[in-house]
């Protein structure tokens, strides 16, 4: 698998926007975009199959959006409205052979993840 790479997170107030990249992207099977905050499990932001359904977490539904341009081979993440809750480590994930509602869930089913972006939402 080729490796993953973030980019686009940084420091932001709430209410400010951010968008985040991974390259490269594919169409072959679903992508993903998780997080993880300090002392929190690993969970599941946006995922998109290989037919364009798109899953997202409760917390940033109407907020977040996932999305691929596969002439750039690049998935993003643009998050607006961002709360100090968003805070966490963003991951990209590729690799999971099942539509998004179930890959969402199980992040031991992607094969290929990025080394992380960091967003910070202060108050």
Request: proline content about 5%; hydrophobic content about 30%; aromatic content about 8%.
């Amino acid at each position: 698998q080729v490796p993953l790479m973030e980019s686009g997170g940084g420091s932001v107030q709430a209410g400010g926007s951010l968008r985040l990249s991974c390259t490269p992207s594919t169409n072959a099977d679903s992508m993903a975009w998780f997080r993880q905050a300090p002392g929190k499990e690993r969970e599941g932001v946006a995922t998109t199959d290989v037919l364009g359904i798109r899953t997202y977490a409760d917390s940033v539904k109407g907020r977040f959006t996932i999305s691929k341009d596969n002439a750039k081979n690049t998935l993003y993440l643009q998050m607006n409205s961002l709360k100090p809750e968003d805070t966490a480590m963003y991951y990209c994930a590729a690799g999971c052979p099942y539509n998004s509602a179930y890959c969402h869930t199980q992040p031991t089913l992607f094969n290929t993840w990025g080394q992380g972006t960091q967003v910070t939402v202060s108050s």
